[in-house]
């Protein structure tokens, strides 16, 4: 069954600092992927998806992401963490026709 | 910006009883979701709608649950008799059509059944 797998529960970084999350996809075709972010409180917020085409995506909030065939890896980077980027996100891989599968999750905390 | 909205925000109900769930979805969307967040857990896929019709549900989703679009604008989730495990944040989501097109999704319904 498709599935994806974020490895990092939780990840503490520096404002200013670069931020990468990590997430393995287990897909037999050429998966539709997605990054959601969820605020404290807050529903789902798609950052990016990737369908295909550029392996490297850009989405909302100054997030990228870059899909790996290779790795089935589609990990989530941003240059420069802001303080409102504490949250808690989400990978997740189109598993039919209609329904998503998420992962884990990964908890953000920026520190001053 | 359009968006999906739910209500109530939280809900809290006893054991045993009825809860129905709100959503309005975003108005061009033809697909409708419900996906539930145990405490501490993963998000998980409940049920699809589409055409007045589920498309596709989980294992979790069981005779105790249903889905409805009552009107052109609502779509709800029926649970019949609530159970201590059905505690969860509940996420109502659409999309235009099916998962080649993202799925927008409500601030969720947090369900406490005691």
């Known amino acids: 069954a498709q599935s994806v797998t974020q490895p990092d529960i939780h990840i503490t970084v520096s404002e200013g600092a670069s931020l990468e999350l990590r997430c393995n996809y287990s897909?037999?075709?050429?998966?539709?992927l997605f990054w959601y972010v969820q605020s404290p409180g807050q529903g789902l917020q798609l950052l990016l998806k990737?369908?295909?085409?550029?392996?490297l995506v850009q989405g909302i909030k100054g997030f990228e992401a870059e899909f790996k065939r290779s790795q089935s890896s589609f990990n989530l980077r941003k240059p420069s963490v802001h303080w409102s980027d504490a949250a808690e996100y989400f990978c997740?891989?189109?598993?039919?026709?209609?329904?998503?599968?998420f992962g884990a999750g990964t908890t953000v905390t920026v520190r001053a | 910006e359009p968006e999906v909205t739910q209500t109530p925000s939280h809900q809290v109900t006893q054991m045993g009883q009825e809860v129905i769930l709100r959503c309005v979805p975003i108005?061009?969307?033809?697909?409708f979701y419900w996906y539930r967040q145990i405490l501490g857990q993963k998000v998980e896929f409940l049920v699809s709608?589409?055409?007045?019709?589920?498309?596709?549900k989980s294992e979790i989703f069981d005779d105790q649950f249903s889905v409805e679009r009552p009107d052109g604008s609502n779509f709800t989730l029926k649970i019949r008799s609530t159970k201590l495990e059905d505690s969860a944040m509940y996420f109502c989501?659409?999309?235009?059509?099916?998962?080649?097109?993202?799925?927008?999704f409500g601030p969720g319904t947090r369900l406490t059944v005691t």
């Open positions: 990737y369908f295909s085409g550029d392996t």
């Open positions: 897909y037999g075709a050429t998966p539709y």
């Open positions: 989501a659409s999309s235009v059509t099916s998962t080649l097109h993202e799925q927008y």
């Open positions: 997740a891989v189109g598993a039919s026709d209609y329904k998503l599968s």
């Open positions: 108005s061009n969307h033809l697909y």
């Open positions: 709608f589409y055409n007045n019709e589920i498309s596709e």
